[in-house]
């Protein structure tokens, strides 16, 4: 499959939100609407969607992503593939497009946070050069989603 990428759309909310779900990433502590909301407020054009033809004179959102630079770092965040979609390809060509859009900006170190025990994906982002940092990561919640 050759991805289309595009910035998402408010359209798109609904079926973001299934595909987190489908993919294992939805938490009830953190509500994807209000994610989705903030960070349409912060940096949307590095909020990405990947689409493929669904076969009704229309297509689908078969991939997800967000990344963010603060001028020190950049992130990416609820990157998502299709589950049938997986091993094609897309996620690698996502973290392409990820790097190439956060180079631009001339952000010189990319993170991504895994859950703990997600060995598969550790495992895609090995393949794609990523390492531990030993670092710990460290979160307080600021606003709560319930």
């Known amino acids: 499959m050759t991805p289309v990428f595009r910035p998402f759309r408010h359209d798109d909310t609904e079926a973001v939100v299934a595909l987190w779900d489908a993919c294992g990433l939805l938490r009830p502590w953190n509500d994807p609407r209000r994610d989705i909301a ?19 004179d229309g297509s689908a959102v ?4 967000m990344a963010g630079y603060d001028g020190h770092r950049g992130w990416v965040n609820y990157l998502a593939v299709r589950p049938d979609l997986q091993g094609s390809g897309l996620g690698r060509a996502f973290m ?18 895994v859950r703990e025990g997600n060995e598969q994906v550790l495992g895609f982002y090995a393949s794609l050069g990523y390492a531990p940092d030993r670092a710990v990561s460290l979160g307080k919640r600021l606003i709560a989603d319930d």
């Open 38 to 56: 903030r960070k349409v407020a912060e940096q949307p054009e590095l909020f990405l969607v990947a689409e493929q033809p669904d076969g009704e």
């Open 62 to 65: 078969v991939g997800v992503g």
């Open 96 to 113: 392409a497009e990820f790097e190439r859009l956060l180079t631009e900006r001339g952000c010189p170190k990319v993170n991504v946070q």
